[in-house]
């Protein structure tokens, strides 16, 4: 049974950092894209950012890039997305995704979610 597990939420002053972290199980983890997704109230989950197999394939939504980075630790079946200068409209709640994909940016390409970590960026 396949369980991706996110944690690191919270609540945190505009300009500040959090990272997120999703632990997975059940998977071979290694040959799985993961990505972060994300759904503030009223809205469309959306893409936030994607790494593949390969540590070196990172891709991210306009929205974040140069504020949030995406990483992995194969020997952990962790993925991170290091969040910094957030800002109160990237408050919603993370969600975590594993799939066998090319079409990082699309949420129907993945397989596997987790159940989401709520960040609240207040101003």
């Known amino acids: 049974q396949v369980q991706l597990v996110e944690s690191g939420g919270g609540l945190v002053q505009a300009g500040g950092s959090l990272r997120l972290s999703c632990a997975a199980s059940g998977l071979t983890f290694s040959i799985y894209a993961m990505a972060w997704f994300r759904q503030a109230p009223g809205k469309e989950r959306e893409f936030v950012a994607a790494i593949g197999q390969s540590i070196l394939s990172t891709y991210s939504a306009d929205s974040v890039k140069g504020r949030f980075t995406i990483s992995r630790d194969n020997a952990k079946n962790t993925v991170y997305l290091q969040m910094n200068s957030l800002k109160p409209e990237d408050t919603a709640v993370y969600y975590c995704?594993?799939?066998?994909?090319?079409?990082?940016?699309?949420?129907?390409?993945?397989?596997?979610w987790g159940q989401g970590t709520q960040v609240t960026v207040s101003s």
């Open positions: 995704a594993a799939g066998r994909t090319f079409y990082f940016n699309t949420k129907g390409s993945y397989a596997y």
